[in-house]
Nanobody, 120 residues
Framework: VQLQASGGGLVQTGGSLRLSCAASGRTFGNYVMGWFRQAPGKEREFVAAIRWSSGSTVYADSVKGRFTISGDNAENTVSLQMNNLKPEDTGVYYC??????????????WGQGTQVTVSS
């Protein structure tokens, strides 16, 4: 599975960005796609995930109500709409893929990351 993320950039506090991640390769059956982020000097953390077959989603508490993850079956793309961005949302955002049905667990495939910077 190959993942190509895009859409990062620089935005002011309160602004919005939309990240996209195109998946190719062995993307069939049950699988989950997710977004993670890593701020400078911090460990990578979970942001959101979506179960492709059902559309069920899960979010980190820090982004609930502000971020929305969605999937496009026709394009095999997962998106992350980020609204009301805060400086603490700054970091490199990674999309990830894991076979299976569970929304949580270890991810097997990772994209290259895209930088999101929120200025105060």
């Amino acid at each position: 599975v190959q993942l190509q993320a895009s859409g990062g950039g620089l935005v002011q506090t309160g602004g919005s960005l939309r990240l996209s991640c195109a998946a190719s390769g062995r993307t069939f059956g049950n699988y989950v796609m997710g977004w993670f982020r890593q701020a400078p000097g911090k460990e990578r953390e979970f942001v959101a995930a979506i179960r492709w077959s059902s559309g069920s989603t899960v979010y980190a508490d820090s982004v609930k109500g502000r971020f929305t993850i969605s999937g496009d079956n026709a394009e095999n793309t997962v998106s992350l709409q980020m609204n009301n961005l805060k400086p603490e949302d700054t970091g490199v955002y990674y999309c990830a893929f894991r076979p299976g049905y569970l929304l949580t667990g270890i991810y097997d495939y990772w994209g290259q990351g895209t930088q999101v910077t929120v200025s105060s």
